[in-house]
């Protein structure tokens, strides 16, 4: 088959019998789902028991790459990870950039799905299409620098790898897995799926070329592209000096910007942790992913070292959510949770939330709000799952239901909130409640619209017209993640042009239409497995002091989020019935009848 | 300043020098820049809409900022202007995309603006190239036309760009209308103006 963009391969890995073997993907499978979280999701949803455990050897993960990976368009350099989230008992996609994604399609291959569970740890290495297992003895135990750096002294420089640290083996819910040291697909706890199955990393080295149908096609949208990222100030000025910090001050003043567990929305010191503040203390310099213009990610001074800076979540989590308010201690807790392999949103949030426990006499954390050195301690103690590290490691939710106070735990179908106070965003507000992974800003991304103008500017106070907006941005950056591209180039190209790119590397004709259309589809699906595991409508909420406790100051003063009317709308507009279920007539639009709850 | 910019806001959408979302003003104090925000309606100014950066320097606003945020900066650096205002009037850019100059054929563009230079480039929207070309130019024009794209006004208050802008759409309009009617031009005032 003449295929362009993808390869039309897949490799099966089944850790439990140590089989290898490739096998075909079917074009109309592709040309339905794309790649990245679109094809994830569907294997998913055939292959995987809602009902499963997700540490079990029944929950697998597929790494996919998109038609886009390995072209030349701008943001193209990311793959993803599906597979059951062990935090949130959802069906989950992460993903990441840096050069890992490209290289697995160097590789010849669309995607990777790993089964079954090794009895004792290994490494998968696929070199240009050749795969094996290696044993992992010798790296089991150690983080994810250690692993980076001994994995690629062996086997070269021209390998990238994605490994956990010791929180995956630990199998904290929600442990990242790291590729090229520093890259996080961070949300979900995938990295507990890695360990739990005890495979230590996946090592991917490639030289196929990926064939783009026209090329001619791909370089005028690459050059329209790059066009608008030069032309946009959030791409051409704000995200390369000042990396997606770049958004403190701005959330601040719009009083949004979470502190101390969300108990406010501001933070009075914003300003000396801010993308501006980076830029003028510890910056040390800038770098990015395969193919990006952008290049948002600081490198940043800590004494003798020069290390990634945190990014704006990452910052605010183990900042503000924390009461934390030194630049220095937020980048080396950032560094800590790559080391060990920890997402740092659902790290900060769940720290935050034993802090106000313990500051409410609730349970005993010993930790404190403004404890730089209780916040260290406790990034290496959920790791390692010492002390109160163990009930930490399980995230905020089932750790403030063991104290009986879950209220104060800040998520969403078990994930962690954050960097942003939906009670002065409504549509965001509508965006975590029904996001199909649980509390994640990414799926709708409403800072777009309610903060940046993008694609224009609509009133962040206003319930009205948010429920079709929040549908129709899920339904696009669900596409966009199967294509697979970034969400800041997202920010400047608009989704025509993903068409049309799409097109010319594929070959097949899509039109920005067929993308919304393909992520409705994705989204259902997800819809569909979250209600088979038994996540129904009641899930669809927000923590009580978001829709309760009114906002006490600022700009945002007196605001909760009023769900009640959005969240209606919603499943009106999405053609679900009152209790969110889809209807037959939406799935037989979407052509899914053969899936069904 | 909220009023100022809605006015003129308002008036520029009015009277057609600009469609919906098109266009920008800014200000200048000191070493700060006050400027549209990115997509705004010119015509519905809010609060919201006014966003102030760094004249030289980006800060966290600059997200917000007009596409054009660049153009602005390079002429208040490079003229002694206070205001600017771009717009995408109709004739002039119908007008632009024929000619390497505009010369008034009427009495007030003719006093006002003598000529307008039209410049063309590859990349005419945030646009690097510009910001090389429109400071020299703008100080000496009142008004330069980017052939195709659409203005930009230099002044002291907003108000002042906005009437070079308006009259420049008067000037072409005019012209427009003069070519329409295939008569022979009785007076060959803008031959003077070929050197301004
Ligand atoms: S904008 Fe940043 S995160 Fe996105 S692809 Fe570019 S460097 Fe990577």
Not at chain 1, 345 to 367: D, H, N, P, Q, Y
Not at chain 2, 89 to 109: K, R, T
Request: hydrophobic content about 40%; aromatic content about 8%.
């Amino acid at each position: 088959m003449d295929l362009y963009g993808w390869f039309g391969k897949a490799l099966r890995v089944n850790l439990s019998t140590g089989v290898i073997k490739e096998e075909e993907i079917e074009k109309t499978l592709m040309m339905d789902w794309l790649g990245g979280r679109g094809l994830g999701t569907r294997m998913i949803y055939r292959e995987v028991p809602a009902v499963c455990n997700p540490l079990g050897s029944e929950n697998k993960l597929v790494f996919a790459a998109g038609p886009l990976t390995g072209s030349n368009f701008p943001g193209s350099g990311r793959f993803s990870v599906s597979a059951k989230s062990p935090l949130t008992g959802t069906i989950f996609d992460s993903n990441a950039g840096g050069t890992w994604g490209v290289r697995l399609k160097r590789c010849g291959f669309d995607m990777l799905i790993i089964e079954g569970a090794a009895s004792t740890p290994v490494f998968l290495s696929i070199k240009d299409g050749a795969a094996s297992l290696e044993d992992a003895g010798e790296l089991w135990g150690n983080d994810v620098f250690e692993t980076n750096h001994k994995i690629i002294s062996i086997l070269g420089k021209d390998v990238s790898v994605a490994c956990i640290g010791p929180a995956g083996e630990n199998q904290v819910k929600f442990a990242a897995i790291m590729n090229d040291a520093h890259r996080a697909l961070g949300r979900g706890g995938l990295g507990a799926v890695m360990g739990a199955k005890k495979i230590k990393a996946v090592v991917v080295s490639g030289n196929k070329k990926v064939r783009v149908a026209h090329p001619e096609k791909m370089d005028l949208m690459v050059y329209e592209s790059d066009k608008w990222i030069q032309a946009s100030p959030i791409t051409s000025k704000g995200l390369p000096e000042f990396g997606t910090p770049v958004l403190v001050n701005l959330f601040n003043e719009l009083g949004v910007f979470p502190s101390y567990n969300f108990q406010g929305s501001q933070f009075a010191n914003a300003g000396k942790i801010s993308g501006e503040a980076i830029a003028e203390t510890i910056y040390a310099g800038r770098k990015g992913c395969y193919r990006c213009p952008v290049q948002c990610t600081r490198m940043v001074k800590i004494g003798a070292s020069t290390i990634p800076g945190p990014e704006y979540e990452s910052l605010w989590a183990l900042g503000p959510e924390c009461g934390i308010d030194d630049l220095t201690v937020i980048a080396e807790a950032n560094n800590l949770c790559n080391q060990l392999g920890l997402d740092t949103i659902s790290t900060g949030v769940t720290i935050g939330c034993a802090m106000e426990l313990e500051e409410r006499g609730l349970l005993k954390t010993g930790l404190k709000f403004n404890d730089a050195v209780g916040l260290l301690r406790a990034i290496k103690q959920i790791a390692s799952r010492e002390g109160v590290g163990d009930l930490l490691a399980e995230g905020s939710r089932r750790m403030a239901d063991s104290s009986g106070f879950s209220q104060y735990s800040m998520q969403v179908k078990g994930l962690e909130l954050p960097a942003y106070d939906p009670r002065g965003m409504q549509g965001m507000g509508l965006g975590f409640a029904t996001s199909n992974r649980g509390g994640c800003h990414l799926s709708a991304y409403m800072v777009g619209p309610e903060a940046l103008g993008v694609p224009k500017m609509v009133d962040r106070f206003s319930t009205g017209g948010k429920a079709g907006l929040t549908i129709t941005q899920q339904n696009i950056n669900a596409a966009v993640d199967s294509l697979i591209i970034c969400r800041f180039i997202n920010l400047a190209v608009s989704e025509e042009y993903f068409a049309r790119a799409l097109s010319a590397a594929t070959g097949v004709d899509y039109r920005p239409q067929d993308l919304h259309r393909i992520g409705e589809r994705i989204w259902t699906l997800e819809r569909l497995y979250n209600l088979q595991a038994g996540l129904d409508s009641s899930f669809d909420t927000l923590p009580p002091r978001l829709l309760e406790e009114p906002i006490a100051e600022g700009p945002s003063l007196g605001k909760t989020v009023e769900l009640k009317p959005m969240l209606a709308e919603y499943y009106r507009f999405r053609g679900w019935d009152a209790a969110g279920i889809p209807t037959s007539k939406k799935l037989q639009e979407l052509e899914l009848e053969e899936y069904s709850c | 300043m909220l009023k100022d910019f809605q006015k003129i806001g308002r008036d520029l959408f009015l009277s057609g020098l600009n469609s919906s979302h098109s266009g920008n003003l800014s200000v200048r104090y000191g070493d700060r820049i006050v400027i549209t925000r990115r997509g705004s309606m010119l015509g519905h100014l809010e609060e919201r809409d006014l966003i102030e950066t760094g004249l030289a320097k980006n800060d966290s606003k600059i997200i917000l900022a007009s596409t054009e945020i660049g153009v602005h900066r390079a002429i208040y650096k490079g003229t002694s202007a206070l205001a600017v205002v771009h717009a995408h009037p109709v004739h002039a850019i119908a007008l632009s995309l024929l000619e390497d100059q505009i010369i008034p054929v009427d009495s007030e563009g003719a006093y006002l603006l003598h000529k307008i230079p039209v410049i063309g480039a590859e990349h005419t929207i945030g646009s690097k190239e510009l910001e090389n070309i429109l400071p020299g130019l703008l100080s000496e024009y009142k008004i330069v036309m980017v052939r195709g794209h659409g203005s930009f006004a230099v002044g002291q208050m907003i108000e002042e760009a906005y009437q070079w802008t308006s009259c420049l759409e008067q000037v072409c309009r005019i012209i427009c209308l003069t070519r329409s009617l295939h008569g022979e031009m009785k007076e060959k005032r803008f031959e003077k103006f070929t050197s301004w």
